[in-house]
């Protein structure tokens, strides 16, 4: 049974950080891209970041391109995402995914494993 566990969200000050950690469990992700979507309250889920098997391809959404950065450990089979400059619109539930597919997604419909998601909290 694959399992997804993401850890590290909590109540941040505006301008503050955080780093989310997604653990994987039941397979290995080291050949396959990984990513990181949110959901704000009465939002449609949207992309946040995307990684390539090796990390040597990444995708970032608009809005957080400069302040957050994805990585990985393979080793580990687990999947980060570090966010700085947080703003109150960083509000949401962040879920990491993952797909037994090879090609690079950047959409939800292309992962088909999902963690529950982790709470982020930004206050002004």
């Known amino acids: 049974q694959v399992q997804l566990i993401e850890s590290g969200g909590g109540l941040v000050q505006a301008g503050g950080s955080l780093r989310l950690s997604c653990a994987a469990s039941?397979?290995?992700?080291?050949?396959?891209?990984m990513g990181w979507f949110r959901q704000a309250p009465g939002k449609e889920r949207e992309v946040v970041a995307t990684i390539s098997w090796s990390g040597a391809s990444t995708y970032y959404a608009d809005s957080v391109k400069g302040r957050f950065a994805i990585s990985r450990d393979n080793a580990k089979n687990t999947v980060y995402l570090q966010m700085n400059s947080l703003k109150p619109e960083d509000t949401a539930l962040y879920s990491c995914?993952?797909?037994?597919?090879?090609?690079?997604?950047?959409?939800?419909?292309?992962?088909?494993?999902w963690g529950r998601g982790t709470q982020v909290t930004v206050s002004s």
């Open positions: 039941g397979r290995t992700f080291s050949s396959n891209p």
């Open positions: 995914c993952a797909t037994s597919k090879t090609g690079f997604a950047i959409t939800d419909s292309g992962y088909e494993y």
